[in-house]
């Protein structure tokens, strides 16, 4: 459930019978409201001994805090080297998306941008696909 600021009110925000999906949708959810500049805060509630438990929710997805995230929609990258640096940020958030990684925080959002700059396409690419591949065996 995520609790809504504006109504004073608490919402089913996703449903599973796998715990995974939910965390991957509150990690998704996190990310778009704190972009927004917004408060995130949610119970996790499922199923124990035939009753409804809450859950402690890790750190990071109840930390309100807003993250940096990536720069803003409205800057336009001027030169090329900016646009393959923003491209190669977006493959390595990919690539944590399916590790399992989906609330990053000021310190992640540093490590991708150092991995980027230092980094180049193909390199950057390979280390996504192994995350990917990491991430799917859970």
Known sequence: MAHQPSSASWQVCAESPHRAPVQYALGEMAQTVRARGGDFEVALWGPEDGAWQRYDVTPAATDTSPA?????ATEQPV???ERMGGRRRQVLVA?????GLH?????????????AEQLDETTVRRVAHWLAVAGGAR
């Open 103 to 115: 609330d990053l925080g000021p310190d992640d959002w540093s490590a991708v941008q150092a991995l």
């Open 95 to 99: 690539g944590l998306g399916k590790a």
């Open 79 to 81: 030169s090329f080297k």
């Open 68 to 72: 940096p995230g990536p720069p803003a």
